[in-house]
């Protein structure tokens, strides 16, 4: 049996018009959720991301104030969402800035509640002296559009950093 043009054999295959739109129109419907849940992962991530990077300069500044010897002070400012590093004491008037302002990962992170029990009442600072305690109490790590809250706390008899 020949086809049209005289060779013998299956004739030529091919996709339809119909089939192309459906296959184009199936990739971009698995881009856009691909897009979608990446988009979720990266806000996720941004959120974990600052508090683990909070906890890490906290528990640098109890390892300077033990080194040096003498008081490390992690400062937080919740208007603008950054925390400062300071040689000293939070209440001290003399305190020297040594890093910062540092800024959360994302604008949808947040700071929120910082609080800490000093000798001069609640701050929104936290003092790791050179025996390597602390003043204590705890900060928030919060984003917007998640009901999940990171809780960074500082025991103060230890001055040991968790992130609950």
């Given at each position: ?58 528990r640098q500044a109890q390892q300077r104030a033990v080194t ?45 509640g910082p609080s800490f029990a000093g000798s001069s009442g ?14 204590a109490g705890g900060v928030n790590v919060i984003r917007s ?20």
């Amino acid at each position: 049996m020949s086809n049209a043009d005289g060779n013998s054999g299956p004739p030529d295959g091919g996709f339809t018009l119909v089939e192309v739109l459906i296959a184009i129109a199936l990739s971009g419907l698995m881009a856009s959720l691909a897009i979608a849940g990446y988009s979720s992962w990266a806000r996720s991530s941004a959120h974990i991301g600052t508090a683990r990077e909070v906890q890490t300069t906290m528990r640098q500044a109890q390892q300077r104030a033990v080194t040096e010897g003498r008081a490390t002070c992690v400062w937080f400012t919740t208007a603008s969402d950054t925390y400062t590093v300071y040689r000293g004491a939070c209440e001290a008037t003399t305190k020297q800035k040594l890093t910062g302002p540092h800024h959360t990962a994302s604008s949808d992170v947040e700071l929120s509640g910082p609080s800490f029990a000093g000798s001069s009442g609640s701050s929104a600072g936290v003092t790791f002296y050179a025996r390597g305690t602390a003043t204590a109490g705890g900060v928030n790590v919060i984003r917007s559009g998640s009901t999940k809250v990171y809780r960074l706390t500082v025991e103060g008899l230890t001055g040991r950093v968790s992130l609950v």
